[in-house]
């Protein structure tokens, strides 16, 4: 729906509080006065579904390796560039300190498969190196990855076109709210 229908239809079913924003007044047919209210017609439910849908789709592989799947990003993230530090890694993830700081801990602790230390240039810096242990991961990962692929019959052009375009809402998301 173009953004002037929805702003138009907004207009003419709302009043502004006393604090500036609308108040929408919804009836027993809002749903038809606003039907991109509706749940099928919502972008965000069936990106919601698929990333949960995804990360289900892992779990029985990565459970047996010991890992949950915010882990597994953080291998996949170092194995491409080894010794980054906790700002870096949570910049590639989407995800802040206070999240991250402690899967990396557990990482470094209980799992044995990063290294976290002081960066020699600026000592409020910590960087996260693999062990051998995650590098020994790998070949098991591979065959986690090829073996989801196959079993969710997806073809790699639409995986292709989709990323893209999921990546793309993404990029205007971060612009317009983040």
Known sequence: MKK???KSQFANKTKKAKNGLPQVKLTKTHLEEFPFLRLQNQLCFPLYTVSRLIIQSYRPYLEPLGITYPQ???????WERDGLSVKEIGKALSLDSGTL???LKKMEKELKLIIRMRSPQDDREVLNFLTVKAYDLRPKVVEMAYKIFCQAKLDMEDVTKTKALVEDIIAKLRENFG
């Open 72 to 78: 597994y990003l953080v291998l996949l993230t170092l």
């Open 101 to 103: 700081t402690p899967l």
């Open 4 to 6: 002037s229908l929805v």
